[in-house]
Antibody
Framework: EERLVESGGGLIQPGGSLRLSCAAS????????MHWVRQGTGKGLEWIGA???????YYAGSVRGRFTISRDNAKNSLYLQLKTLRAGDTAVYYC????????????????????WGQGTTVTVSS | IQLTQSPSSLSASVGGSVTITCRAS??????LVWYQQRPGTAPKLLIY???TLQSGVPSRFSGRGSGTDFSLIINSLQPEDFATYYC?????????FGQGTKLEIK
C-alpha cells in the first residue's frame, strides 16, 4: 500500500521553529516530486511548496524565506522546516505525492496529488 | 495564477446533478485537477488533465474545459458526494488551489 505519514506537529510559540517529517512507504519515493499543503481550521487548501525528485524546490510567496523543504531519499522521508512561525501558520499540514508522466526527456505532464498523508497539526500560540 | 471557484457553496438533492466551475486568471491549457475533501480527511484526487478520471473514481464525476474555464459535473448525486471540492492548477509554480465549493444536502 502506498502510504504517507506525517509527524512533528504540535504547539509552538510565535517566532518559534518546528520540523515536520513525512515518511513514505509502498512506492519508490525517489522517483516522485513531493508537496506540502496546509489547511487552517475551517479554511481552504493552501499550497505551501514542493521538492522535485532531483531536489529542486518551489515555494508559495507566503512562506518563502521562512519554510524550507528537503528530502532524504535513502530514508524515504520528506521534511518541512518551519521558522519564524506566526499565528497565521496554524493549520493541518499535509504531505502529498505528485502524479506525473514524462512525455519526452525531462518534460512532464503533471496530474495532481494522488497520495496524501493524514496530516499533522501545527498550532502557533503563546 | 489565481483560481476562482463558483459557487462557494450549493445544496442539492440525492439523485440530482451539480456543476462547479473554476476560472483561471490566465490560460493553463488542460493543467487543472479536481479534489474532493470530506470533513476530517485528506483531499482525494478525482480528475486530472481537466477531464481524466482518476482510477477508482465513479463515472458520475466528469470534468471539462481548457484554457481558463473549467467545470466539474457530478450526476446522480450519492450521499457520500456531499463534501467540499477544490480545483488546483498544475501548469506552473507556485501551484494554486481554488477557494473550494461546499456541496450540501438539500
Amino acid at each position: 500500500e502506498e502510504r504517507l505519514v506525517e509527524s512533528g506537529g504540535g504547539l509552538i510559540q510565535p517566532g518559534g521553529s518546528l520540523r515536520l517529517s513525512c515518511a513514505a512507504s509502498g512506492f519508490t519515493f525517489s522517483r516522485f516530486d513531493m508537496h506540502w499543503v496546509r489547511q487552517g481550521t475551517g479554511k481552504g487548501l493552501e499550497w505551501i511548496g514542493a521538492i522535485g525528485s532531483v531536489g529542486d524546490t518551489y515555494y508559495a510567496g507566503s512562506v518563502r524565506g521562512r519554510f524550507t523543504i528537503s528530502r532524504d531519499n535513502a530514508k524515504n522521508s520528506l521534511y518541512l522546516q518551519l521558522k519564524t512561525l506566526r499565528a497565521g501558520d496554524t493549520a493541518v499540514y499535509y504531505c502529498a505525492r505528485e502524479l506525473r508522466q514524462e512525455y519526452k526527456y525531462a518534460s512532464y505532464n503533471f496530474y495532481g496529488l494522488d497520495v496524501w498523508g493524514q496530516g499533522t497539526t501545527v498550532t502557533v500560540s503563546s | 495564477i489565481q483560481l476562482t471557484q463558483s459557487p462557494s457553496s450549493l445544496s442539492a438533492s440525492v439523485g440530482g446533478s451539480v456543476t462547479i466551475t473554476c476560472r483561471a486568471s490566465q490560460g493553463i491549457s488542460n493543467s487543472l485537477v479536481w479534489y474532493q475533501q470530506r470533513p476530517g480527511t485528506a483531499p482525494k484526487l478525482l480528475i486530472y488533465a481537466a477531464s481524466t478520471l482518476q482510477s477508482g473514481v465513479p463515472s458520475r464525476f466528469s470534468g471539462r474545459g481548457s484554457g481558463t474555464d473549467f467545470s466539474l459535473i457530478i450526476n446522480s448525486l450519492q450521499p457520500e458526494d456531499f463534501a467540499t471540492y477544490y480545483c488546483q492548477q498544475v501548469h506552473i509554480y507556485p501551484r494554486t488551489f481554488g477557494q473550494g465549493t461546499k456541496l450540501e444536502i438539500k
